[in-house]
């Protein structure tokens, strides 16, 4: 079993920046693809960027190219999301995920934290 505990959400000014982090556990990552969703009230939940775990190849919606980065530390086993130059539109609950195939839809990703709230004010 693969347990996924997010951290680093909070209240924040359009403009500002975050840096969430996934802390991982159990199984090993090796074969998986790790990936951040968000989800706003009222709306599905949405594929924000995912990293390959051996690999480290990334892939982002199209609406935070350039404003938000994936990474991670094997050495830590931690998922980063480093988000800059946020916008109210980016307010969500944000879930971090593992699966074995990486497309971006959650219903290939098998493991979730259980969330982080990220509030931009304007």
């Known amino acids: 079993q693969v347990r996924l505990v997010e951290s680093g959400g909070g209240l924040v000014q359009a403009g500002d920046s975050l840096r969430l982090s996934c802390l991982t556990s159990?199984?090993?990552?090796?074969?998986?693809?790790m990936g951040w969703f968000r989800q706003a009230p009222g709306k599905e939940r949405e594929f924000v960027a995912s990293?390959?775990?051996?690999?480290?190849?990334?892939y982002y919606r199209d609406s935070v190219k350039g404003r938000f980065t994936i990474s991670r530390d094997k050495a830590k086993n931690t998922v980063y999301l480093q988000m800059n130059s946020l916008k109210p539109e980016d307010t969500a609950v944000y879930y971090c995920a593992a699966g074995g195939r990486g497309r971006p839809y959650p219903d290939d990703y098998d493991y979730w934290g259980q969330g982080t709230q990220v509030t931009v004010s304007s």
């Open positions: 159990g199984r090993t990552l090796s074969r998986y693809t």
């Open positions: 990293i390959t775990w051996s690999s480290g190849w990334t």
